[in-house]
Nanobody, 115 residues
Framework: QVQLVESGGGLVQPGGSLRLSCAAS????????MGWYRQAPGKQRELVAG???????RYADSVKGRFTISRDNAENTVYLQMNSLKPEDTAVYYC?????????WGQGTQVTVSS
């Protein structure tokens, strides 16, 4: 089955940047929309950014202008560039299809924004 492995998280100070990567064991077909999601303690998992098969993007209002989602279908990889990070961005970040497929959730990567 498809496996999605997230990486690139870590501890960063407010205002800093991180670049997350999502590597797929299988091909990420151009027609598949992909997304980055996050879940903070006590909060519901939410879509942070999505990218369609045609390259159109969408973002949660909370990250618009700060985060950029991109994809490299040849490398079967989806990226999330996160700039101007805020403490409220602290969460476990996951990638998945958009809309998500339950069986595709991976372990995620922890992003902690703190001074």
């Amino acid at each position: 089955q498809v496996q999605l492995v997230e990486s690139g998280g870590g501890l960063v100070q407010p205002g800093g940047s991180l670049r997350l990567s999502c590597a797929a064991s299988g091909s990420i077909r151009r027609i598949y929309a992909m997304g980055w999601y996050r879940q903070a303690p006590g909060k519901q998992r939410e879509l942070v950014a999505g990218i369609s098969g045609g390259g159109r993007t969408r973002y949660a209002d909370s990250v618009k202008g700060r985060f950029t989602i991109s994809r490299d279908n040849a490398e079967n990889t989806v990226y999330l560039q996160m700039n101007s990070l805020k403490p409220e961005d602290t969460a476990v970040y996951y990638c998945n299809r958009d809309p998500p497929v339950v069986d595709y959730w991976g372990q995620g990567t922890q992003v902690t924004v703190s001074s």
